[in-house]
């Protein structure tokens, strides 16, 4: 049940990281300051070299094709297209998430507008509690930390740019869990009908053990927004952990109307009826 409340409270939108990572791909037309450093012994060259090896002939073939379309001319324009081709080739049809990752932000970078930068910024974030590898997950933190500081640079009122940054610090393991806090009341502060923040919030205190904080973080989004489904499966979560199967039964079934995808409502259905036992 734990699986189906992370992913639907942060949701996976993107392919999931998994053992086959990236291509080497224009490795020395980077500009982002981080791509030749480790962080913490991820090197994204590294990855996108090894990935490139475990690539079908003609699928590497496409991928030279693509890494040589940059030539004379509008050089940051082309760049910009190019990164948005590898980014296409990664995600649909190598099927890999870090290099998926890395050629839109670098985009988004090239790109530098709070939209993009937000996006990408996103795609890291929105992985980060899924991932076991801790070198792979403080690069992927980095990243975001990055892309979110970027988009806050261009607009210093982003308040859902400012929530993700703080995520960043809480699920990445970079600064303190505090420091991450801290962002996100912050924006709760300033608005407190800020329903991503006050889902972030209610995270961090079940990460905490503060269940009574997290209980009212979620009773408050479900006053802004009776249908948020993410809202309801943790408060279900949360009471089957404390033992009220009445409630977790109640909050459950709420969750099994709303649900879309067949294989989560099949799951919530089955777990209702475990729990009526």
Known sequence: MVAIVLLLAFGRTTPKAGPKPAAEATAQEHDHADHEAAAGG???????????????????????????????????????????????FWKDTAKAFIPYAWFTAESARLENSEKSLNFAAQIFLNQLSQVENAETRHWMAEQAKD????????????????????????????G???????????VVEKDSTNVYAQMTLAAASLMSGQKQK????LETVLK?????????????DLYEKDGNKDQAIQWYSK????????DIKTELEKRIEALKK
């Open 147 to 174: 892309l979110f500081e970027k988009v806050l640079s261009v607009n210093p009122a982003n308040d859902s740019a400012q929530v993700g940054l703080g995520a960043t610090y809480l699920y990445g393991g970079i």
């Open 214 to 217: 997290a209980q009212e973080r």
């Open 176 to 186: 303190t869990p505090m420091e991450g806090i801290g962002k996100i009341r912050a």
């Open 42 to 88: 991820f090197s994204i060259d590294t990855v996108l070299a090894m990935s490139k090896k475990e690539l079908p002939a003609d699928q590497a073939l496409r991928l030279d094709l693509l890494e040589q379309s940059i030539t004379r001319g509008d050089v940051k324009k082309q760049k910009l297209d190019v990164y948005h081709q590898l980014a296409h």
């Open 255 to 262: 969750a099994v109307k709303l649900v879309q995808r067949a």
């Open 224 to 236: 802004l927004q009776p249908q948020n489904v993410q809202a309801i499966l943790m408060l279900g």
